[in-house]
Nanobody, 126 residues
Framework: QVQLVESGGGLVQAGGSLRLPCAAS????????MAWFRQAPGKEREFVAA???????????DYADSVKGRFTIARDNAKNTVSLQMNSLKPEDAAIYYC????????????????WGQGTQVTVSS
């Protein structure tokens, strides 16, 4: 069956960095748009970043406005992994971060995603 397993979460001071890897199995990884969402306590799950499957020779990445310039999403189809590099972290970035896979085109809408990981907690101290 399909599994998405996130790791790399933890406690970091504001201004610090974390990298979240997500390992995928049980799916044709290269055919899926991969994304990260997050959910903070008392808030709805929100889109963070997505990266398309290869189109021609390139991948297309999209980011929430709140993380543009600070976060970078990347994928390695040979290793079936997607990662989220988070720099200049802010207290408002604290949340559970989820990896997700979609067989459709890139989307910021969580219901468009077919598979989800269990999440990894990111805590940012001020």
């Amino acid at each position: 069956q399909v599994q998405l397993v996130e790791s790399g979460g933890g406690l970091v001071q504001a201004g610090g960095s974390l990298r979240l890897p997500c390992a995928a199995s049980g799916l044709t990884f290269s055919s899926y748009t991969m994304a990260w969402f997050r959910q903070a306590p008392g808030k709805e799950r929100e889109f963070v970043a997505a990266i398309s499957r290869q189109i021609g020779l390139v991948y297309y990445a999209d980011y929430a406005d709140s993380v543009k310039g600070r976060f970078t999403i990347a994928r390695d189809n040979a290793k079936n992994t997607v990662s989220l590099q988070m720099n200049s972290l802010k207290p408002e970035d604290a949340a559970i971060y989820y990896c997700a896979a979609s067989s459709r085109g890139g989307s910021k809408v969580d219901r468009e995603y077919d598979y989800w990981g269990q999440g990894t907690q990111v805590t940012v101290s001020s």
